[in-house]
């Protein structure tokens, strides 16, 4: 079956970087574009960008663009989000998300299936 | 851009419907059929039920169902049981500026 496991807690200082890995497998992995979403301590949920895994194209939320990549290692089938300049608000739980659909050029909103979460804790 | 609008609470006795609303603009949701709604439970991942305003995947049941009007998508959920209690979220893409928008939220609460 679909699955896509995510790497575990972090805790930050602010102005540093956090790096969140995202493993699929039960299908074929270069078929299906990825997206990753945050939610702060409760509240809603938050576009942060995707990238195809088939050709490592990119689309960032421009809130955040000057401050994420994301990269995808095909032989080991996993997606990175990295953040940058880390501050208190970039306190969140961090999920990727395949995309519903095979082969999109950009993301389209219907994500069938999520990451377990990584939550991310920035403080001094 | 803001996100999508919708109410902050719902909710209905079991075994009635509940609709909730989601309220963007002419350059998201009144432009594109790409809008889907999520269900999550508290501690849990989102799991999709409705994509592409009204399509529902294998295994969500019939009791969900969704329907646009302009720039307003509704999600109904009929028959209430008690695991429908849950937030619930839509999306939508927005090409023009962040390419996906989600909702606030709506928390719906099965009486």
């Known amino acids: 079956q679909v699955q896509l496991v995510q790497s575990g807690t972090e805790v930050k200082k602010p102005g540093a970087s956090m790096k969140v890995s995202c493993r699929a497998s039960g299908y074929n992995f270069i078929s299906y574009g990825i997206n990753w979403v945050r939610q702060a301590p409760g509240q809603g949920l938050e576009w942060l960008g995707w990238?195809?895994?088939?050709?490592?194209?990119?689309n960032y939320e421009p809130k955040v663009q000057d401050r994420v990549t994301l990269t995808r290692d095909t032989s080991t089938n996993t997606v990175y989000l990295e953040l940058r300049s880390l501050s208190s608000e970039d306190t969140a739980v961090y999920y990727c998300?395949?995309?519903?659909?095979?082969?999109?050029?950009?993301?389209?909103?219907?994500?069938?299936?999520w990451g377990q979460g990584a939550l991310v804790t920035v403080s001094s | 851009q803001s996100g999508l609008t919708q109410p902050p609470s719902a909710s209905g006795a079991p075994g009635q419907s509940v609709t909730i609303s989601c309220t963007g603009t002419a350059s998201d949701i009144g432009a594109f059929d790409f809008v889907s709604w999520y269900q999550q439970h508290p501690g849990k991942p989102p799991q999709v039920v409705i994509y592409e305003v009204s399509k529902r995947p294998s295994g969500v049941p019939n009791r969900f169902s969704g329907s646009k009007s302009g720039k307003t998508a509704f999600l109904t959920v009929s028959g209430l049981q008690a695991d429908d209690e849950a937030l619930y979220y839509c999306?939508?893409?927005?090409?023009?500026?962040?390419?996906?928008?989600f909702g606030g939220g709506t928390k719906l609460t099965v009486l």
């Open positions: 999306s939508s893409i927005a090409p023009r500026n962040t390419l996906i928008l």
């Open positions: 990238i195809s895994t088939n050709h490592g194209g990119t």
């Open positions: 998300a395949r995309e519903g659909r095979q082969a999109t050029a950009s993301p389209m909103g219907w994500f069938d299936a």
